[in-house]
Every structure is written in C-alpha cells, then in structure tokens.
C-alpha cells in the first residue's frame, strides 16, 4: 500500500530511530483500517536497514485467552538467531505454555490476571539483554488492544528493566476498542520514553495524491469526490476503490462498487467487536434511520449498546443521520449478508414496524424482502401499500406488494388480492389478465358457478375479444345475482365502465340504454359517480351516432376526469366523440393531454392506446409522418398479442400513414400482423378495413380495394352505425369502382353518401364531395370541387385538402384554364409536403383513376405506343396549346415539338384537330405522372 498523507507520522518515529540512542515505547493508535499496521510494517523495514532487529506479533481476539501468545509470537520471529529463538521457548515450555496455569486474579480494574512466574520474566530478561549487545531491538506488537495480558506484562518488566537500552516498543492500538488491557490503558502511558501517534482517516487531499500514485496520472475532479464519499478517507477501502477503478468494476457516479470494495468492507466491519457487524446490516437491511429503541430491537440488544455502536460508526463516518454515508458501503454489506440472514433481519423489521404504527408502505418493502411473512395482519398492510403505490403511479411496485399478498392470502381474501392484482397488471401489459382468468369465477350457459361471487372485470373481457363471457358477467352484475369485490353489489363504476368499452369497440352490441343507476337487492340505488356525468349521451353517440349533446357531454367528460383504471373506457369514448364529429383541432388537443399524463404515469397500456389514438387523429389530420411516429410508439409500447382486438387502431394509422407516404412495403409488413379474428366484430375492425383497402388502392388491385370497403360498408349498416364520420367506405368504394370502370356504381355510392352526412361534419362533407365530383362530367366537376376545397380549408384535414385541390387543377387544365390549374397545383404540391405524403404528382386520389364518365371506362388501357415525352407533348397540344407554348412549357426546341408530333400522329392515326378525342378515348386523359410538376413549372 502507498503510504501517503503520514509525513509527520513517519517522521516522528524517524527520529526515534535516528541513532538507535535509547529505548522508547510507541502506541500507534487509531481507528480500524486507519494504516496503523502499514505504518509499524515500515518501522520495521526501516530498523532492519539500520542494522536493527526487529520482532513482530499481531495479536488477535480470538488469542486473547491464550497466556503469553504474543509473546510466542515475538520469539519465534524469522530474524531471531536460532539459539536465541530455542532459549525463549525453553523457558516458555518449561514454566508459562505447558505448565499448568496458576488461577487468575483481579487486576486493579478488576479484570482476570494471570501471574507471569518471576523466573520466565528475568529468563525473558537475559535473552533480550543478548540480544542488545549486539544491535537495537525492536519489538512490534500488532492489534495490541486484544494481546493477552501475560504477555503485556511481559513486556512491561522488559521495558522498565531496560530503560537505557536501545529497545524501542511499537504496539499498534485501535482506539474505539473496549477490550483493550489496563496495562495498556494505564501501565505503559506513565513510562518516561512513552510516545503516542493518532492516525486519523485521510483528507481529500490526501487521497487525491493517492489517486495519482496509483493511476500514474492526475485523478478528475469526480473520481477524487467519489473516492472521498466510499472511503470515508480509509487507506484499505481507498486503495479497494482504486483497485476496482482500474478494472473498471467500480461505477461512478453511482452506487454499486467492486469485488475488492465488497471485500475491503467487510473486512473493515469483521475487525470491529460484536454488535458491530450485525449492527451495520440491520442498518443496511432497513435503509433509512430509525430510534435507538427500533434498532435494539432488531438486533435484540440493550438500548446503551446499540447507542454506542451507532456513535462509534457515525464518529469512524461510516454513518452519516443513522445511513450509510455513501450505498457502496451498504450494497457491500448487503452482498455480504447471507441471504437468510436478510431475510430474518426483514421479517423481524416488518414486525417490529408493524407493531410500532409505521406507514404500510414502509412495513410491506419488508414483508417483500423476508420472501414469505404469514401473519393475519400482512395482507392488509400489503394492499394498503398497494394502493398507495399505484395512487404514486409506481405500478411495479404495487404488483410486487399485491403478488406478496398473493402468495400467503386465504380463500377470503383472494378475489380481492386478485382483483386488485389484474388491475395493476393491466397497466403494464393488458396480456397478463388472461394469465389469471383461471383465478375468477366461469359463467356457463347455465349462469354463474355455484357459490360464485367473482368475476373477471368485463372490460378486459371485451378488449380481447371475449364477448360472450363478458356479457354473461354484465347482466349478472346488472341483476344483482353477482357481486362486485368485497362484497359489495355492482355500482356504476362496475357497470358503465365495461358499458363504455362496449359502446367504443362493439357497437352493435351494446345499442340498449343503461340506467344511470343500478339497484342492490335491498332496492336501494346505486349513485352514479358524478364523473360519469353525460356517459349515458357518449354511449348512445358511440352506438347510435347523431347525439346533439355528444360534444358537450364528452367536454364536461375530459375536464373533470382524472386518468384511472376505471376511467380510461369513458376518457377513451369522450374523446372519440370528438374524432367522430370531425372535431379533429379539439381530439388532437385532448389526446395530447392524455397522451402527457399517461406517459408520466408511467403505465404503458395507457400510453400506447392514446398513442393509437393520437395516431389516427394525425391520419385523419394528414399529418402522416407524426401518424407514422404514434403508431409506431404504441406498438412498441405493448405487443401486438397484448393489444386484443383494439391492434387494428394503431395497425390501421400506421398503414394509412405509410401508404399515404408511398412507403408500401413497410406498409405491408404491418398488414402482416396477425390479428384476432373477434377484431372484425369491433370498430377498430372497421378502421383495420379502411386502412387495407386504402393500401389495395394504392398498389393497383381495386378489386381487394372495393371487397374490404364493401365489408365495412357491410358491417356498418348491420351495425346500425352506417356514419362516414366513423369511416367514409363510400369514398374509397368510389375509387376503387372508378379504377374498375364502373361509373354508375360510383355514382349511386358518391350520391348516397353525400345524403347521409351531417352538415356540421366539414371533412366528411369534404370527402363526400370530392368523391361525388369524380362522377360527374367535367363542367360540374370544378363547381363541386371547390365547394369541397372551401369545406376542406376550415377542417384541419390538409391531406384530403390537397387531393381536392389536386383534383380541381386537372379538371381546369382539361378545360384549358392553364392559370387556374397551376394556382391549385402550387397548392396541392405545397400541402403534400407539409404532410409527408408521396407526391400527388405520382398518382393518388381520383386524379390517378382517370375520374369522371370521360376517363372511366378507358382507364384500364392508357395511350398505346406513346412514350412519355410524347405523351406529354400530345396532352399540352389536345389541351390547345401551340407548339411554341409547348416548347417553352417543356423547356425543349419547337422542332423538337413539331418531330414529337408527327409520330404521335402516326401512332394514333389522328390529326391535331382530332387529337383530344384519341387520347380520351385511348384512356390518356391527363394520366401522365408528371402533370402537376409541368404546370407548376409554367409560368
């Protein structure tokens, strides 16, 4: 060990040692591990190379009995000559080991003394005189506050008897020792030559320097502080630290050290007296201060000694306010404790807090850590520390406590724990109560199982697509024949909560009103809670549609709420009242409230469903790069199987996103989740539909398009949920017809829809629109068009706008309004970007199918022969323009216009003048991939 920070030390017993001129007896006290024993080690060294000889013992507690055991130790050193060394044990032998020992007597402090016979002590005497003819000798006694007292007395006759002699005593002290002999305490303190020297802990500036020694460079500000707080200044736990540093097991910041730390530790606690070890574990166990009164408890002591040992481990600042000073120490103990032990110490804390008043959350981490405590009162104190965990948003937590409880419950008291267990792990994973169904009571086709009163909660039921079950509970709830948690009748809560995931996820079957309040059997009523204010109105827009008051209710709904198990099926539905009223700024809002509160709450089951959420308000929005980002966070958050039937939300934003941003692949990939089947009897089935048909349409297969938009066209109207504020069908139905070619369907299902929707939906009537002005003839195209446009500005879905927009610059270009077409171009091109989305330019919307009773039958078979700077030549020529203003729109030679069209004339078989009606007719009506970039770079 490096030795730095004892200049003054060594430099006292230098000048000792100077010139050997005398004898002197040092006591070399200090605390444990202060580098008592380094620095006799070099007092040694240094009387060796002086000439000197030096003989050396450590004495130990477990000796301490042993008469004359230092002694022994000392004349059996390595440097002794041999003759000197078979002398000394003669005489011990002969009179002090073998011998039977006299009886012991009170010393002066009343200790038991053993009386060295005279003749080893003058025997002793003349081997040493020997011995001092030649050279000094130093006698060096380690651990002196646990030597034997035959030997300190000993050594006491040989210094008193050799006062003028080069004979130098070095005992090294630890000065929080009780056990230390009068003789040392007293005895030797009055000899003329006596010399003390205290070692305390290093400073920081010390260690510093050690740090440096060891590193072979100067330390960071960082490592020195850090160094500082898990050493406490010791040299032993120091150069642990540093050890670990340097083989990177120690990491700091932080709180976890080394094999080496671990070690040094717990060598630095064993070298103390009992309590102190068992002391520093109860302390390390507990992990916060506690009475004098608890501890002694703990470790079933008197109240004094535990209020000495704590003294003495805050005084050697091991302790800092009844803590370890830094949690490396306390991990080192921790790892050092077996692991019985600790869970001994934990049952015995649990216990003692229980009995002494303190909080359930403090007693049950205890109960957790004993591994199984069984008492009548510690399932009670684990669902109360339940519940305040997971009122902390502390999930983890509260599933440790409540799977505790689990284990050492009675029949009793299960259905609660259990409850209360599917609650919190739903949270985390919503796949985790299909783990436990096996825990709650069946309900057959018969009822309930005799002598059942507990059922899984319904809501989780309906979310994986156990509908069956979770009707069967609901009516029994609703009848009174079941019974909630706890015995109590369904309330409410019980009730309109899996009400509410009913009316959200399966419309068709959840259309029957609920009353507002439920009846026990004493027919007395159950008050609504007063958050569920208006979520008979939400139910009954969820099921039904067309409720004036929806948005009121929903409002009232989001404000007073506060996110909880039991509110998440109301929050959810309030704010799909708002996504299905086309009230998307208002949504958007919301949901990044719940969005902030349920990320902070830290329950990803949360998160993940306001992600989803969140992601298909971005879609609707034409923000398809933050749909993209939601649909993906949500997930990631909780896996596809965890989802149950609520996967087709975000599996149907992240495929509306990709395929809106021509990303079709990855788009793919997500149809490639597998998904449960019960989703198809959900709303999210319907989106999931949408979704698909939306990516067919934009892979050119119209025919799987228009089957997936008529499935939920289908299921809508079974449904009786048939509002293009749920899911315009129709307009995607529309396309894909148009690519097919079948003008009159497209026509009905445009016309149709449009009676449907309610005025006050401005992007549905938007959509509406754009989609019946695909059917109609050119001229009465551009009038519904920008009513579309003008719906489409005030609703926030800018996508849609832009495909409106997109739309209304073709028909204008077919009319010859060059000027107008390329305002809407600019337009169009401007809020394709801001959306993410792959250019319109690229073929999309109605624009790509070649719409209206021109294009429609002839999209299938475009203009044969043509390649593409012919086929932009002969749009501009058809559209009227001349071969100069073509030349200048297309930035090439007017010769080079004049030799495109005579071969398109000779492709076609038409003149210039026939040249509109062959390109319609060819199905090339303004079909070329590039005519919004043309127009936009015409100026």
């Known amino acids: 060990m490096v030795l730095v920070g004892r ?97 012991p007597v009170a010393g002066p402090d009343g200790e038991a003394v053993v009386q060295v016979p005279a003749r080893v002590l003058r025997g002793m005497l003349g081997i040493l005189r020997d011995l001092l003819e030649d050279r000094p000798v130093v006698l060096s006694v380690d651990d002196a506050h646990h030597a034997d007292v035959p030997s300190l007395q000993c050594l006491l006759y040989l210094v008193r008897r050799l006062r003028g002699a080069r004979l130098h005593v070095l005992f090294g002290e630890c000065s929080h020792s009780n ?44 490592l020195v502080t850090e160094l500082y707080e898990a050493s406490a200044g010791y040299p032993m736990l120091a150069q642990a630290f540093l050890d670990d540093h340097r083989d990177g097991s120690f990491r700091w910041p932080g709180a976890t050290g080394g094999e080496a730390f671990g070690r040094a530790v717990l060598d630095f606690l ?105 008492a009548p009162w510690v399932v009670p104190i684990l669902q109360e520390a339940a519940e305040h965990a997971l009122a902390g948003d502390d999930v983890t937590t509260c599933i440790h406590y409540l799977r505790a409880a689990h284990q050492v419950c009675d029949e009793r008291q299960r259905a609660v724990v259990v409850s209360m267990l599917v609650d919190a792990e739903w949270r985390l994973d919503p796949a985790a109560v299909l783990r436990r169904l096996h825990e709650f009571c069946t309900v057959g086709e018969g009822g309930p199982d005799e002598g059942s009163d507990h059922f899984i909660p319904a809501g989780y039921l309906l979310w994986h697509g156990r509908v069956r079950e979770a009707l069967a509970i609901l009516e029994l709830l609703a009848s009174g024949h079941g019974v909630a948690p706890e015995g109590e009748k369904a309330t409410t809560v019980d009730l309109d909560g899996p009400g509410l995931w009913g009316a959200y996820l399966y419309p068709a079957l959840f259309k029957r009103p609920r009353p507002v309040t439920s009846r026990r059997h004493d027919s007395m009523p159950v008050l609504l809670n007063p958050e569920l204010q208006g979520a008979d109105v939400i139910a009954a827009e969820l099921v039904h549609g067309n409720q004036p008051a929806v948005l009121a209710a929903a409002e009232g709904l989001l404000q007073r709420s506060r996110l909880s198990e039991r509110m998440l099926a109301p929050l959810t539905a309030a704010l799909a009242a708002f996504t299905y009223n086309d009230r998307l700024a208002e949504a958007a809002g919301w949901c990044d409230v719940l969005l902030a509160e349920a ?107 228009l089957s997936d938009f008529l499935a939920c066209g289908r299921l809508m109207g079974d449904w009786g949920i048939d509002l293009p504020g749920v899911e315009a069908w129709r307009s995607g139905a529309v396309e894909a017809y148009l690519q ?32 019946q002005a695909a059917t109609r003839d050119l001229t009465a195209r551009i009038a519904v068009l920008e009513e579309a446009v003008v719906l489409l500005q005030g609703c926030g879905d800018k996508l849609e706008l832009a495909h409106a927009l997109a739309d209304l610059g073709r028909a204008c270009l077919l009319l010859g309004e060059a000027k107008r077409a390329r305002k809407h ?80 004339y000779r492709k076609l078989n038409v003149t210039r003048f026939d040249l509109q009606d062959a390109l319609q007719d060819n199905g090339a009506e303004l079909t070329d991939p590039d005519w919004l970039k043309i127009l936009v770079k015409c100026s």
């Open 270 to 374: 064993y070298r103390h007296e009992s309590p102190v070890v068992e002391l520093a574990r109860a302390i390390a166990v507990l992990n916060k201060p506690v009475s004098p009164l608890l501890l002694a408890g703990v470790l079933d002591i008197g109240v004094d000694a535990c209020r000495q040992v704590v003294h003495l481990l805050t005084t050697a600042k091991v302790l800092a306010d009844g803590r370890f000073r830094h949690e490396a120490f306390r991990a080192a103990v921790l790892e050092g404790t077996p692991s019985s032990t600790r869970r001994a110490a934990h049952a015995r804390i649990a216990d003692l807090l229980h009995n002494e008043g303190f909080p359930a959350v403090e007693v049950a981490a205890h109960i957790v850590a004993a591994g199984r405590l069984e």
């Open 740 to 771: 097919i070619g079948d003008l009159s369907e497209a026509r009905a299902l445009g016309d149709e829809q449009l009676a449907l929707i309610d005025p006050r939906h401005l992007r549905t009537q938007g959509m509406a629109l754009r989609a």
């Open 599 to 705: 990320a902070g709450r830290r329950s990803p089951t949360w998160h993940a469903l306001f992600a989803a959420e969140r992601a298909m308000i971005h879609a609707r929005q034409g923000e398809l790069q933050a749909a993209e980002e939601q649909a993906k966070a949500a997930l990631s958050l909780i896996s596809p199987p965890s989802w149950g039937v609520v996967v087709g939300l975000p599996l149907a934003a992240a495929v509306l996103a990709l395929t809106g941003k021509g990303e079709l692949d990855e788009a793919a990939a997500y149809l490639d989740v597998p998904v449960p089947e019960a989703l198809f009897q959900t709303r999210m089935g319907l989106h999931y539909l949408c979704a698909r048909g939306r990516y067919h349409l934009s892979t050119n297969h119209p025919h799987a398009a």
């Open 179 to 222: 056990g230390a002999s009068a003789l040392m305490r007293s005895e030797f303190l009055r000899e003329p030559l006596f010399r003390r020297i205290r070692l305390e802990p290093l400073s920081r500036t010390c260690l510093a320097e050690m740090a440096a020694a060891h590193l072979h460079e100067r330390p960071p500000y960082d």
């Open 825 to 904: 171009a600019r337009k169009a091109l401007a809020l394709t970007r801001q959306c993410g989305a792959k250019a319109l330019d690229q073929g999309s919307g109605f624009d790509a199918a070649s719409a209206g009773p021109e294009g429609a039958a002839a999209y299938a078979d475009t203009a044969p022969g043509l390649s593409d700077a012919e086929r932009r030549v002969a749009t501009l020529a058809a559209a009227g323009h001349t071969n100069r203003e073509i030349s200048e729109k297309l930035f090439v030679t007017i010769s080079t216009v004049e030799q495109h069209l005579t071969r398109i």
């Open 7 to 103: 200049e003054n030390e060594l430099g006292s017993l230098k000048n000792l040692f100077a010139n050997f001129s005398g004898g002197s007896v040092v006591v070399i006290s200090g605390g444990i591990a202060t580098g008592k024993t380094a620095l006799l080690r070099t007092a040694g060294e240094w009387a060796a190379e002086s000439g000197g000889l030096t003989l050396g013992a450590v004495a130990s507690r477990s000796e301490r009995d042993l008469p004359l055991g230092v002694l022994e130790q000392l004349f059996r050193s390595p440097g002794l000559p041999r003759e000197s060394a078979e002398r000394a044990m003669r005489w011990l032998d002969a009179h002090g080991l073998s011998a039977g020992a006299p009886e």
